[in-house]
């Protein structure tokens, strides 16, 4: 079955560093990896997304992801953080097993991003 | 492009009561799925369209939860009677694909948010 792991709840990062947020997946087949963004009170934005091709993926507002097939790992990133991006990041997995087969997406439990002025 | 529609974005009900939430997903998507989000944790998939058919309904409490959407393009889900452990956001989702189409991308929106007391 597939499954996917945040393993950090929240991160704290200061304004202007790097930030990383973790992702770790299992399918059995082929993944298609998504990060969701969600600001208070409101639904889940997509950021980027892996299908194939390049492990970095660039998405919106200046995030980008790095797939790596070995380690099972889609990590978000981002080189300098802001005030702004504090927020709720979601990794999610579509495991992909073949035409015309029932693929679901499934979310991790989600981060928190605080970013600190 | 409008994005997905829901409605109502808040309600507050008392447990036992019943309680609808509709969803007008982007477009010409054929796929709408609807996920519960209960706080601190990420969506869980209940119910997943395409077109007019479910595709998926195994994590529906189908005890009180139901879901249709006729026409194969606005949906309604319905919660009857409410608990209090349903409260939740709601959140109405769609992709233009389904199966093993491009790495289709699930597009949300604003979430309805229910508060069962």
């Known amino acids: 079955a597939q499954s996917v792991a945040q393993p950090e709840d929240q991160v704290n990062v200061a304004e202007g560093n790097p930030l990383t947020v973790k992702c770790t997946y299992s399918?059995?087949?082929?993944?298609?990896l998504f990060w969701y963004v969600q600001y208070p009170n409101r639904g889940l934005q997509f950021l980027l997304k892996?299908?194939?091709?390049?492990?970095l993926v660039k998405g919106s507002y200046g995030f980008e992801a790095e797939f790596n097939k070995s380690q099972t790992s889609f990590h978000l990133k981002k080189p300098s953080a802001l005030v702004s991006d504090s927020a709720l990041y979601f990794c999610?997995?579509?495991?992909?097993?073949?035409?015309?087969?029932?693929?679901?997406?499934?979310f991790g439990k989600g981060t928190r991003l605080h970013i600190l002025p | 492009e409008a994005g997905v529609a829901q409605s109502p974005r808040y309600k507050i009900i008392e447990k036992r009561q019943s309680v609808a939430f509709w969803c007008n997903p982007i477009?010409?998507?054929?796929?709408l799925y609807w996920y519960q989000q209960i706080l601190g944790q990420g969506p869980k998939l209940l119910i997943q369209?395409?077109?007019?058919?479910?595709?998926?309904d195994s994590q529906l409490p189908k005890d009180r939860f139901s879901a249709e959407r006729l026409k194969g393009v606005d949906s309604t889900l319905k919660i009857q009677p409410a608990k209090l452990e349903d409260s939740a956001v709601y959140l109405c989702?769609?992709?233009?694909?389904?199966?093993?189409?491009?790495?289709?991308?699930?597009?949300f929106g604003e979430g309805s948010w229910l508060t069962v007391v």
């Open positions: 989702a769609s992709s233009s694909q389904y199966g093993t189409g491009e790495g289709n991308t699930i597009y």
């Open positions: 399918v059995s087949g082929n993944p298609y």
């Open positions: 892996y299908i194939t091709g390049d492990n």
């Open positions: 999610a997995v579509r495991d992909i097993r073949g035409m015309n087969r029932d693929d679901k997406i499934i």
């Open positions: 477009s010409g998507h054929a796929t």
């Open positions: 369209f395409q077109n007019n058919g479910v595709v998926d």
